[in-house]
């Protein structure tokens, strides 16, 4: 066990009207100083997090938090010291930010970070403020027509998994070329799984690798401007994914479900268990609906995963 000393640190992410996120610069004086991160600090003994975040958002910025939903959960590993950073998407607050602890701070758009001298534990909060709340699974044996039909009923921004395990590679690459405009026009994000070389030629927007693909590569497979997501089902899976600088995680199945009956599912808190402390966002798969979402994200879930909550029969 690690001598070094763990500290729980409750952190906010603000988001304006614009969609803009406020970020603040490490004052002198402090740890890392001059370095960019978002607000937030050590959570005392006897706190919750949100009593830590609504305090210490209130002595850094002057702000009262109104409403905040939870958004990553994760440990960082510095040299000294260990991290667990609870991130929490701050999403009403009374008072205009002030900088009163002498600290310089931006709005600035997720996008528009690289500038900034970011501390390490930004780049996962990033994606998770990136990344949809849903992502949705084809049925597998889904045609083309039934799945133009049904692009519409589907959430705007959501990532969209082509996962068609009984056809052709050839086959395989012309439906997801056929989709690939009517899903980009439906506001969805079309994701493959067969070959990741598919995912460039065909300008999808990303690649899906199962728990078994992943140990096939030392690095990441597809290029950073693409989704890479995997599937996973214990830590050493969540290891792999990020090893190989994947972007997200999918874990389960939390419930019993329609393609898997009579397969018990691992619960919520397996759920917590299996998908602990890891650095990037996991979604929750398994017999979950979009009335789950609040609770996979209370279980440190960044969403859903879902086949049938998506394409009703």
């Not at 439906?175 to 799984?193: C, F, I, N, Y």
Request: glycine share 10%; charged share 25%; with cysteine.
């Amino acid at each position: 066990m690690s001598a070094l000393p763990l500290i729980p640190v409750a952190c906010g992410v603000l988001i304006d009207g614009d969609g803009r996120l406020l970020i603040a610069q490490r004052p002198v004086g402090k740890i890392a100083a001059g370095k960019w991160e978002f607000p937030g600090g050590k959570i005392e003994a006897g706190e919750t997090t949100l009593d830590a975040l609504g305090r210490e958002l209130h002595e850094e910025l002057g702000i009262t938090v109104r409403r905040a939903r939870p958004l990553l959960r994760f440990r960082h590993d510095y040299r000294d010291r260990h991290v667990l950073l609870d991130t929490w998407c701050v999403e009403a607050w009374d008072g205009e930010p002030v900088s009163r602890e002498q600290q310089a701070f931006a709005w600035r758009e997720a996008d528009a970070l690289a500038d900034l001298d970011l501390l390490p534990t930004v780049a996962p909060i990033i994606k998770a403020l990136r990344l949809p709340p849903q992502y949705v699974f084809t049925r597998p044996d889904a045609t083309l027509f039934e799945l133009l039909s049904g692009l519409t009923r589907l959430p705007r921004g959501a990532l969209l998994r082509l996962r068609l395990p009984g056809l052709s590679e050839r086959d395989y690459a012309a439906l997801a070329t056929a989709l690939l405009p009517a899903a980009r026009a439906a506001g969805l994000k079309l994701v493959l799984d067969r070959d990741p070389a598919l995912v460039a030629a065909l300008g999808a927007d990303g690649w899906h690798a199962t728990a078994a693909a992943l140990k096939r590569y030392g690095a990441r497979p597809i290029a950073a401007d693409r989704w890479f997501g995997a599937s996973v089902h214990c830590a050493e899976d969540l290891r792999a994914a990020q090893i190989v600088d994947a972007d997200f995680a999918v874990l389960g199945p939390v419930f019993e479900t329609a393609t898997h009956p009579g397969t018990p599912g691992i619960g919520w808190d397996g759920f917590v268990a299996r998908r602990g402390e890891a650095a990037l966002p996991v979604y929750a798969l398994g017999g979950l609906d979009q009335g789950d979402l609040a609770a996979a994200r209370r279980h440190g879930a960044q969403g859903i995963a879902a086949i049938s909550a998506f394409w009703p029969r």
